[in-house]
């Protein structure tokens, strides 16, 4: 880990300038994407043994993992619920564990899934239950933030290589490979990195996030290079119109290669701060009832951003939403904060369906780990709860990935896997063959490593119980 923290100590996230510098000079690997599946062509070996899930009643028949058909989703929007969220507290709820586990938070909701409950706190999120599926058995058994946040972003243990996350591999063999053509770069984040585990590892720069800045919730929602503040758009076009006149040099030298890349990203830079671009970062633009519908906080309108991010075909979208660490006064932070993502995600899942978008957008919810399930009374905590790697809990939803399910089993009071682990990989992993990518394809990179996309996954396998095109 520290030779890991050596290698990338320095290094800042990706803003605008030096990603229309990396868009300039940069250029994607040749390889004749290999790592793109068809129905015609998906038959990969399991390494391990066939999906061997637990699934809740009424669930369909498990489907082998040999001949789990490639997915057709499009978008990725991944809220990262950053600290480590309760699985007690969302998606696995124990009221009959007693006080010294759940307190006072022993009634849990019936969802509109007969026999799915969830936390008492989610009343909009239990009103929708058929749009997503809890997995109530990830386990890594790792309490390190940055250990753990790199398994759940990468899939793999930390090494001497700096693998990249989910987002940035999408970006490439969704993006950038795939023809991807926009001011707006391939993976955004909102509004805020986390340093190596929002970035590209050994894929390099150009596959690194934009990271937007601001506050959607605030008017103006100023992104970083888009929103200048006290520039209008027609200042702004003169600005443009004033510099193409100067540039004497470049309109004499019109079709030379290198300068012809220099000229398109600077048009993506005008288009990023005038054009549709900038428009597509105006939640003015949206009715006021949506807005409200999804809340007038930084997470509510973050999601809105997610899904006007969507609709301008981005592959991959982040929230990353802090405050999740809550080793003290666990349920005081846990009773403020907990109904701004319970309104503001289930207005996002109703959103994208009533939109059809819904079957394109693969959403999951989750952190790097779960809670100590029993809660720390003692000084210093007051009623904390620590972390906790080896049970917790993820929700996923669209993108092919059915609703109303429940993947896996805690066992009574939430410390222990009972049935169906589900790894890091086996996560991710499913994730990409939702995306049309092949997790055990190599991986193009500059660097030359001859690496697939991903380890194998774990002998239960990837999430087959869960897949719509089984």
Sequence with gaps: ??????????????????????CAGGSAISCGLPYLVSSETANPANPANPANPAVSAGAA???????????????????????????????????????????????????????????????????????????????????????????????????????????????????????YDSPIPPY?????????????????????????GGDPSKTPFLVSGYILPGIDQARQARRQELLNGLDSWGNAHDGHRVLDDVLSARQNAF?????????????????????????????????LMARRLVERGVPYITINYRGWDTHKRHFETLTRRQPEWDAGLAMLLKDLRDRNLLDDTIIWWGGE???????????????????????????????????????????????????????????????????????TAKMPNEKGFDLPIMDPPSENGWLTELTQNS
């Excluded at 970035?199 to 596959?207: A, K, P, T």
């Design 61 to 179: 028949e498990t489907v082998s993992f040999s001949v789990m058909k490639p997915g057709k989703a499009k978008h990725v929007i991944q809220i990262w619920m950053w600290g480590g969220p309760s699985h007690l507290e969302t998606f696995d709820p124990k009221p009959g564990a007693g006080p010294a586990y759940c307190g006072t938070w022993d009634s849990p909701l019936v969802t509109n899934v007969p026999q799915m409950e969830i936390s008492q706190s989610l009343p909009e999120l239990a009103r929708c239950a058929d749009l997503y599926s809890c997995i109530r058995s990830m386990t890594h058994e790792t309490n390190h933030h940055e250990v753990a946040a790199y398994r759940m972003q990468t899939g793999r243990m930390p090494g001497e290589k700096v693998f990249p996350n989910l987002g940035a591999v999408i970006s490439k063999m969704r993006g950038y490979d795939a023809g």
């Design 271 to 303: 288009q990023l701060i005038s054009g549709t671009a900038s428009e597509t970062f105006d939640l003015g633009r949206e009715p006021e009832a949506v807005r409200d519908a999804y809340g007038r906080n930084w997470f509510g309108q973050s999601c």
């Design 1 to 22: 880990m520290r030779k890991m923290n050596e290698e990338r100590k320095g290094k800042k996230m990706l803003d605008r300038r030096r990603f229309l510098s990396v």
């Design 369 to 439: 780990f779960g809670r100590t399930p029993k809660i720390q009374r003692e000084s210093p905590w007051f009623g904390g709860r620590g972390h906790f790697g080896r049970c917790f809990s993820v929700m996923l939803a669209g993108g092919g990935f059915k609703g109303g399910m429940s993947v896996g089993r805690s066992d009574e009071t939430g410390e222990n896997v009972a049935e169906r682990p589900v790894l890091p990989q086996d996560l991710l992993g499913s994730i990409y063959w939702q995306m049309g990518i092949d997790p």
């Design 188 to 212: 955004v984040v909102l509004t805020t990195g986390q340093g190596r585990f929002s970035e590209s590892g050994f894929l390099g720069s150009r596959y690194k996030p934009f990271i937007s």
